[in-house]
């Protein structure tokens, strides 16, 4: 069998092209599809196109687009030249899995930075007498409009008591 994967499908770490590539061959649910159905194993593309119910033509198109990202890579059997068999190739799974890691410890940090102020904020709060409760923090606008309404029902409070 010759095996033959497309020329940029083996790059090293995830680029943004190569990423911009396989999220747009992911975008379409019929390649979707197609990737699930070779999880189960190598497949023709006959048999794609029969499970897909998609025509030879629209299959070919989809796994061309696959083939170019470098989600899938065909191989062509000794035995017949006609056939071309698909299957899953998996460091561009791995790649992308590593960037998805990569974001959800950035975010991750984020949120432990967060909850770790959100926490400081509170417990200062606390000691001054502050409601804690979202929406009153110190210099927050709500907070602020809160205590001018209520400086101004003083003052008028203290007019109406003049007069």
Same mark, same amino acid.
């Given at each position: 069998?010759?095996?033959?994967? /497309?020329? /940029?499908? +083996?790059?090293?770490?995830?680029?943004?092209?190569?990423?911009?590539?396989?999220? *747009?061959?992911?975008?379409?649910?019929? %390649?979707?599809?197609?990737? $699930?159905?070779?999880?189960?194993?190598?497949?023709?593309?006959? $048999?794609?196109?029969?499970?897909?119910?998609?025509?030879?033509?629209?299959?070919?198109? /989809?796994?061309?687009?696959?083939? $170019?990202?470098?989600?899938?890579? $065909?191989?062509?059997?000794?035995?017949?030249?006609?056939?071309?068999?698909?299957?899953?190739? %998996? @460091?561009?799974?791995?790649?992308? %899995?590593?960037?998805?890691?990569?974001?959800?410890?950035?975010?991750?940090?984020?949120?432990?930075?967060?909850?770790?102020? *959100?926490?400081?904020? +509170?417990?200062?709060?606390?000691?001054?007498?502050?409601?804690?409760?979202?929406?009153? @923090?110190?210099?927050?606008?709500?907070?602020?409009?809160?205590?001018?309404?209520?400086?101004?029902?003083? %003052?008028?409070?203290?007019?109406?008591?003049?007069?």
């Amino acid at each position: 069998m010759v095996r033959r994967a /497309h020329p /940029h499908a +083996r790059s090293g770490r995830l680029s943004d092209d190569r990423l911009s590539r396989t999220f *747009a061959a992911l975008a379409d649910p019929t %390649r979707r599809k197609a990737i $699930e159905l070779l999880r189960r194993g190598p497949q023709r593309a006959g $048999e794609l196109a029969d499970a897909l119910g998609s025509t030879p033509a629209g299959i070919s198109r /989809h796994l061309r687009v696959l083939r $170019e990202s470098g989600l899938v890579s $065909e191989e062509v059997p000794d035995v017949d030249a006609r056939v071309r068999v698909y299957h899953l190739e %998996r @460091e561009p799974f791995d790649e992308l %899995r590593t960037w998805v890691e990569d974001v959800e410890a950035f975010w991750g940090e984020q949120l432990a930075a967060f909850k770790a102020y *959100a926490e400081r904020t +509170r417990g200062r709060s606390a000691k001054r007498g502050i409601d804690a409760r979202p929406g009153n @923090e110190p210099g927050d606008s709500r907070t602020t409009a809160r205590a001018a309404v209520s400086a101004s029902a003083k %003052r008028f409070s203290a007019q109406r008591g003049r007069i």
